[in-house]
T-cell receptor, first 112, second 110 residues
Framework: DVKVTQSSRYLVKRTGEKVFLECVQDMDHENMFWYRQDPGLGLRLIYFSYDVKMKEKGDIPEGYSVSREKKERFSLILESASTNQTSMYLCASSLGPLVEQYFGPGTRLTVT | KQEVTQIPAALSVPEGENLVLNCSFTDSAIYNLQWFRQDPGKGLTSLLLIQSSQREQTSGRLNASLDKSSGRSTLYIAASQPGDSATYLC?????????FGAGTILRVKS
């Protein structure tokens, strides 16, 4: 079974802090994704990566950056957290671009 | 721009009933369509994936169909159970990314 893990289930940070959200997959998947999920807006793609050290912007990259130094790990970075970044963050991975995406359990981030 | 719509937004049915969830998309040039289940406060669990060349996929009590030309997919759940209560999301593979619908919240009453 594919396993996608995220470093924290719940996280509370203060405005202006730098925040790191970590995602690890154990199935040697090439592709990894970061989404945020908000009521009424659904899931929106922030960034994705098709290979180590490679990244592409999704629909809402502003205020975020990512890092992929190793194939199994994809990090989402909030450079200076703001209250409008309070959300559920979901990481996903897939073997290729046309096959199933597998999701982690999510991190609920609250910025106060 | 691809848009995905799910109807109804919420559905409440008695246990044992067969039900259909609907998903429509505006651009038929998709690679595939995936149905997910999400329990409250949790991540997404993949249920079924239909490639653009396929018409349907089945897994247990679930059957998903795809009509690419009309921009529609349905998820059929047979003999519903209280454990099926969750939010069901469909997503289409549009270029490099998945585009999600807002979901259907399903409640199966015992």
């Amino acid at each position: 079974d594919v396993k996608v893990t995220q470093s924290s289930r719940y996280l509370v940070k203060r405005t202006g802090e730098k925040v790191f959200l970590e995602c690890v997959q154990d199935m040697d998947h090439e592709n990894m994704f970061w989404y945020r999920q908000d009521p009424g807006l659904g899931l929106r793609l922030i960034y994705f990566s098709y290979d180590v050290k490679m990244k592409e912007k999704g629909d809402i990259p502003e205020g975020y950056s990512v890092s992929r130094e190793k194939k199994e790990r994809f990090s989402l970075i909030l450079e200076s957290a703001s209250t409008n970044q309070t959300s559920m963050y979901l990481c996903a991975s897939s073997l290729g671009p046309l096959v199933e995406q597998y999701f982690g359990p999510g991190t609920r981030l609250t910025v106060t | 721009k691809q848009e995905v719509t799910q109807i109804p937004a919420a559905l409440s049915v008695p246990e044992g009933e067969n039900l259909v969830l609907n998903c429509s998309f505006t651009d038929s040039a998709i690679y595939n369509l995936q149905w997910f289940r999400q329990d409250p406060g949790k991540g997404l669990t993949s249920l079924l994936l239909i490639q653009s060349s396929q018409r349907e996929q089945t897994s247990g009590r679930l059957n998903a169909s795809l009509d690419k030309s009309s921009g529609r997919s349905t998820l059929y759940i047979a003999a519903s159970q209280p454990g099926d209560s969750a939010t069901y999301l469909c997503a289409v593979k549009d270029g490099n990314k998945l585009v999600f619908g807002a979901g259907t919240i399903l409640r199966v009453k015992s």
